[in-house]
């Protein structure tokens, strides 16, 4: 029934979570921001400057654009360091073996993520020219919960909403699915959302929903 699929890539296609978990907790610590693993869930799906936003509501002051320009390229600094030690072993087989089934049965697939780092996290998931469309953090104005990075995935594969089904971890990416008018398949912590057309136990469960 439907004729393409869009992953979210943190958290859904790999576990890069950890990694902007450590690069913003270090960030924090210089600046005496109280950070943990809750608030970090909040940054799921989120802009690189709306998560300094949502750090710096910890935060006694008030800092400049500039400043704050420069703490989140500090932040992505740390982060594309701790992505240096990513490799395809990163990638699961199961995430592997459904990717290619979906492509097998015909299914087109892209990616739709805030990052502007998803090119280089395919690459070093050995992902590189895989996905038939990539929209990302750099082809978008709004970040999730806006439709935008999907409503432009259903574009690069020349598919209307309706075709297409979002795979998604974070209860940002499944509100702006449900605004863009796609289906979505919830996994991980966003199965508890209760918003989505499926929830996913496992990767895999991906394919009875598209049979
Ligand atoms: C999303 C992550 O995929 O990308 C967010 O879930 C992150 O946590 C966002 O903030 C932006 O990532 P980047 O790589 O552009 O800093
Ligand atoms: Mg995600």
Known sequence: ??????????????????YHYLAWKQLADKLG?????K???????????????????????????????????????????????????????????????LKEDGLKL?????SKNARYILEQLGLEGYFDAISDGNNIEKSKPDPEVFLKACEYLGLSPKEC??????????????????????IGDAVYTQLATYDLATFSDLLKCIR
């Open 33 to 37: 921001i109280y950070f943990d693993e």
């Open 165 to 186: 089904l979002v795979v998604e971890d974070a209860k940002s990416g499944l509100e702006a699915a449900i605004e863009g008018g796609m289906d979505q398949a919830a």
């Open 110 to 114: 892209a990616i739709g993520s805030s």
């Open 39 to 101: 608030i970090n869930n909040r940054l799921r799906g989120v802009s690189r400057m709306d998560s300094l936003e949502i750090i710096l509501e910890n935060y006694n002051g008030s800092l400049t654009a500039t400043e704050k320009e420069n703490y989140s390229e500090e932040k992505n600094n740390i982060y594309k360091r701790l992505l240096e030690d990513m490799s395809p072993s990163d990638l699961s087989k199961e995430v592997k073996d459904t990717l290619d089934q």
């Open 1 to 18: 029934k439907y004729k393409g699929i869009i992953f979210d890539l943190d958290g859904v296609i790999c576990h890069t979570d950890k």
